[in-house]
């Protein structure tokens, strides 16, 4: 069956330590893949996005995501964690002709 | 100036009541959506339009029913509201609808059904 998954539901780090968030999906071909960002009480952000060619992808805020073809994955990283960035992660498939897919979500707490 | 609006912010309203959402999107965009968030933060896709037609119709009542008087707007109108339809409501748009295009999604209506 198609999906998308993220098998983190909650994951806590500390100020400045690095963090990555996995993502992983179920589909025919490599669908579109993207990685957004919901503040809390807010809508969500696009963090980045991989179509084709270079799989290290660069986004906003200093995150980064690698896709690895043969793993189905899409993991999100990030070098040095700030406060600002606690929220909830959404990893985010579109396989083409079809309609965007979300995974569950994964919730970040930062400590200080 | 704010690309993805909604209104209202937040909506408390009694099961049976019918109550409507709007959005606006000042992108230039030619498709908009309507996805709902349930309190486990799991976001699916309920509507999509473009350009002022219906593209995507996931499984919904069709008590909820959506309305696009132009492409810049798109609202969605519930009726005979439930207990289980309160959720955060996001609209979201798109430059063609396209499967790689970025969605830029509004600030969401909580909707509390009591």
């Known amino acids: 069956a198609q999906s998308v998954t993220q098998p983190d539901i909650h994951i806590t780090v500390s100020e400045g330590a690095s963090l990555e968030l996995r993502c992983n999906y179920s589909y025919g071909a490599t669908p579109y893949l993207f990685w957004y960002v919901q503040s809390p009480g807010q809508g969500l952000q696009l963090l980045l996005k991989y179509f084709s060619g270079d799989t290290l992808v660069q986004g906003i805020k200093g995150f980064e995501a690698e896709f690895k073809r043969s793993q189905s994955s899409f993991n999100l990283r990030k070098p040095s964690v700030h406060w600002s960035d606690a929220a909830e992660y959404f990893c985010?498939?579109?396989?083409?002709?079809?309609?965007?897919?979300f995974g569950a979500g994964t919730r970040l707490t930062v400590k200080p | 100036d704010t690309a993805v609006s909604q209104t209202p912010k937040y909506l408390v309203t009694q099961m049976g009541n019918d109550k409507s959402i709007k959005c606006e999107q000042n992108?230039?965009?030619?498709?908009m959506y309507w996805y709902k968030q349930d309190s486990k933060k799991f976001l699916k896709i309920m509507f999509s339009?473009?350009?002022?037609?219906?593209?995507i119709n996931e499984t919904v009542p069709n008590r909820f029913s959506p309305k696009s008087p132009d492409k810049a707007h798109l609202n969605l109108h519930i009726n005979s509201l439930e207990l289980g339809d309160s959720a955060v409501y996001f609209c979201?748009?798109?430059?063609?609808?396209?499967?790689?295009?970025?969605?830029?999604f509004g600030p969401g209506t909580r909707l509390t059904v009591l």
């Open positions: 339009y473009n350009n002022k037609e219906l593209i």
């Open positions: 979201a748009s798109s430059y063609s609808g396209g499967a790689g295009d970025t969605q830029y």
């Open positions: 992108l230039g965009h030619d498709t």
């Open positions: 985010a498939v579109a396989p083409p002709a079809n309609d965007m897919r």
